[in-house]
């Protein structure tokens, strides 16, 4: 079917205005992150008027900046692994025996509506629980993210295992394979689309998180992440603005270049997903 050209108008007016609300915000960053508090108040969009390289100085040489930044990278790295394992290996089996097995349907479903829970619901009632247990630490803020994470990726991971063809793995039964021998060598490598889209999502969750954190880990500073450090630049009557762009465009370079690394998979894992045979 050919397009029209108010079609291809439309579409390009909306990409346009998609890009520009994508990349304003991260212009705005940058240049606000080389210029200093005087710069930025005198004109906010203008780039800087030369190279100002204090404020990345100033944020490296504070005091502790490398170890809420190594906390930043614990946390990440932790969930992620412990996602890579977990999520999977919840979903294959219950993709694969939903129709047949009660139970693994009614899981199924228990945690389809944990999807459906607003954060601010469950939020007093998470942080009583982890601070009865004695988990109002790193490695408690990496369970509650597993926890978290848990619902919506058996949803979508459920949605991708459906779509796959189950003849390979009934063959690799019949040479003599096991469940997990199954699993670990013929599905897990095909689940590597749906695996980097949602390890890119709580990638973006946990790197960016501030509720948790200040949540869990306001009462032990050396386990401050990167984005409570940052929350120390506002103060009640003021804002440093050089401060807070500058260790901004700091934290967001690593997880650019993770998801520049992962992004390839995308398109192609969530539009496997959506797709049942």
Sequence with gaps: ???????????????????????????????????????????????????????????????????????????????????FLILPMTSYPIARMMGKSRFYRYLYYFLLIGIFVPFQVKMMPLIKLTSMMGMMNKLGLVIVYYAGSICEGVFLYVGYISSLSASIEEAAYIDGASPFQTYWRIVLPQLAPMTATIMISNGLWFWNDFTLPLLM??????????????????????????????????????????????????????SGGAVKE
């Design 1 to 83: 079917m050919k397009e029209s050209p108010v079609y291809k108008l439309t579409t390009g007016m909306v990409l346009g205005a998609g890009i520009l609300l994508i990349l304003f915000p991260c212009y705005f960053v940058t240049v606000s992150a080389f210029k200093n508090n005087a710069q930025i108040i005198t004109n906010f969009f203008a780039p800087p008027s030369s190279l100002f390289l204090d404020n990345f100085i100033a944020i490296i040489k504070k005091q502790g900046f490398f170890r809420y930044f190594y906390n930043s990278i614990w946390i990440t790295v932790i969930g992620l692994l412990g996602g």
């Design 217 to 270: 880990l306001n009462t032990r500073p050396k386990e401050w992440t990167l984005v409570l450090f940052q929350y120390n630049f506002k103060s009640k009557y003021y804002i440093d603005y050089s401060m807070v762009f500058a260790s901004l465009f700091i934290s967001c370079i690593p997880i650019i270049i993770f998801y520049i690394f992962m992004q390839k998979h995308i398109i192609s894992g969530l």
